[in-house]
């Protein structure tokens, strides 16, 4: 499912909602620009509740590597351009997704 419109915050949790419910052999969820760090890691622990890898994209991806390592997952990736996330999920692609 691909739903590329910006979107307040709050809708968030309804998107996380429907993806949990949703049978696939692998679950992707890619973030854009989350107005903040605290904002982001909280939306990281919830993603990865329900999916396989959990993408953000946007200026403040940077932080991600950091989060990962301190939450000790391999699940999780951070990219500055949405030509690099593309890449990756095109390298990276898992049959069924």
Request: charged share 20%; hydrophobic share 45%; net charge neutral.
């Amino acid at each position: 499912m691909l739903d590329s419109h910006k979107a307040p915050y709050w809708t968030i949790v309804e998107g996380l909602t429907f993806v949990k419910s949703v049978s696939a052999p692998c679950k992707t969820i890619i973030f854009g620009t989350i107005p903040t760090i605290r904002a982001q890691r909280v939306l990281v622990i919830a993603a990865l509740e329900v999916a396989d890898r959990v993408i953000f994209v946007g200026s403040h991806a940077g932080h991600i590597d950091r989060l990962r390592r301190g939450i000790g997952t391999d699940r999780l990736f951070g990219f500055q351009t949405t030509y690099q996330a593309s890449q990756f999920v095109d390298s990276d692609e898992i049959a069924g997704e």
